[in-house]
């Protein structure tokens, strides 16, 4: 996506560079104060930032039937005041570089998406639970999927611990985890 920047968004890029698809990772140069750095991060990045984020917005509304937006506004209720202004002004940079790169990413959602676990995994479900009869609507599949459990004694051939965990997760978020690297044929997965 080609967009025209203005010449402080030039100015904000100078010395930063993106290298993609190295084996798989990202590497990124940035430098600067902490908006420049978020904004070259999120200039730079923002494609597979978008695709992070619309996954993050699919998934938390599967989980909770909540829009994304009331996590949103959830995380600056909740979080905001914690977090220092370096990193404020980090996540701001990241929202304003990829809205330079032409999507529609705000402070906000950063924010959010920074807390996602913590919101929809701890604080959603404590949430949920207070409000009793008024219980709030949630997708029909949503439900505990990991299985663990744990071993001693004569359970076990020597004696000791054995311990296992399965986690069952949605294919949705490992699409934001999966290498992209393109191996020569024959040489490997």
Request: proline letters at 4%; aromatic letters at 12%.
């Amino acid at each position: 996506m080609t967009v025209r920047l203005s010449k402080k968004q030039e100015e904000l890029l100078i010395g930063s560079r993106h290298v993609a698809n190295v084996e798989g990772w990202h590497l990124l140069h940035i430098k600067g104060a902490p908006y420049q750095r978020g904004f070259q991060h999120g200039y730079h990045l923002a494609e597979p930032l978008d695709l992070c984020l619309r996954s993050n917005r699919y998934w938390a509304t599967w989980l909770s039937a909540q829009p994304f937006e009331f996590f949103a506004e959830k995380a600056r209720e909740l979080y905001l005041h914690l977090i220092d202004e370096e990193f404020q002004e980090e996540m701001r940079g990241i929202a304003d570089g990829a809205q330079a790169a032409g999507f529609a990413i705000s402070f906000d959602e950063v924010l959010a998406w920074n807390s996602f676990v913590d919101l929809v995994y701890s604080w959603w479900p404590t949430y949920k639970a207070t409000m009793g009869s008024r219980s709030l609507k949630r997708h029909p599949d949503v439900g505990h999927r990991c299985s663990a459990f744990i071993a001693t004694g004569s359970a076990t051939a020597d004696g000791g611990i054995v311990m296992a965990h399965n986690t069952w997760d949605a294919f949705l978020l490992g699409a934001a985890f999966q290498r992209r690297h393109q191996h020569p044929a024959g040489s490997g997965p």
